[in-house]
């Protein structure tokens, strides 16, 4: 792959035209299983293959591992404050300056673990989803839109994917 196809080795988010039951199922077993593909991933991988950037210019598979598990920490925030409050505008947070700090440098193994919890309470909630649920919102100040829960379940989806595409393909040039 090139240098710009492992920037988006699915490639880049595309909202769907229709949010059919189908398709939630599917992004909720999306959700659910990428704890154990991110693990399995990188079981084995010593510390200067963690140390590895996915791409030239990008982070580490260790802080693509940190990443996935403080974005959706966020994200399962955003769900519940569109659960609890009438489209909230939720806090934005700098990613790149996050995998900056020292917690960045830590093992993985803290990170899949919060993973594993959260995507299992993200599951839980999203099986127990109405559709009025879904429809819910939040506003994203740093673009403005207002994004429903089954759109950002999509995102989020796609999100654990694309991460987890970085890793496997950075393990296929050890």
């Known amino acids: 792959m090139t240098d710009e196809q492992m920037r988006y080795p699915i490639g880049k988010f595309t909202a769907p ?44 598979l ?10 959706h920490m966020n994200s399962i925030t955003r769900f519940k404050l569109a659960l609890t409050e009438d ?25 899949l673990k919060m993973l594993e919890g959260i995507h299992q309470r993200m599951t839980a909630l999203f099986e127990s989803f109405t559709e009025n649920e879904w429809d819910r919102t939040f506003v994203h100040p740093a673009s403005g839109e207002t994004v429903s829960l089954k759109k950002a379940l999509a995102l989020y989806a796609w999100h654990g994917k694309h991460h987890l595409a970085h ?3 950075t393990v296929k040039k050890f």
Do not use: F
């Open 62 to 71: 260790r802080q693509v591992v940190h990443h996935l598990a403080d974005s």
């Open 17 to 60: 035209v229709s949010y059919i039951m189908e398709d939630k199922r599917r992004w909720i077993t999306d959700i659910k299983t990428l704890p154990g593909k991110v693990r399995h991933a990188i079981i084995g991988l010593n510390d200067r293959q963690l140390n590895t950037p996915y791409r030239v210019g990008g982070w580490s």
């Open 167 to 169: 890793i496997t393909e």
């Open 87 to 111: 489209n909230p505008t939720i806090k934005p947070y700098e990613e790149a300056d996050w995998a900056l700090l020292p917690d960045y440098s830590l093992p993985v193994e803290p990170s």
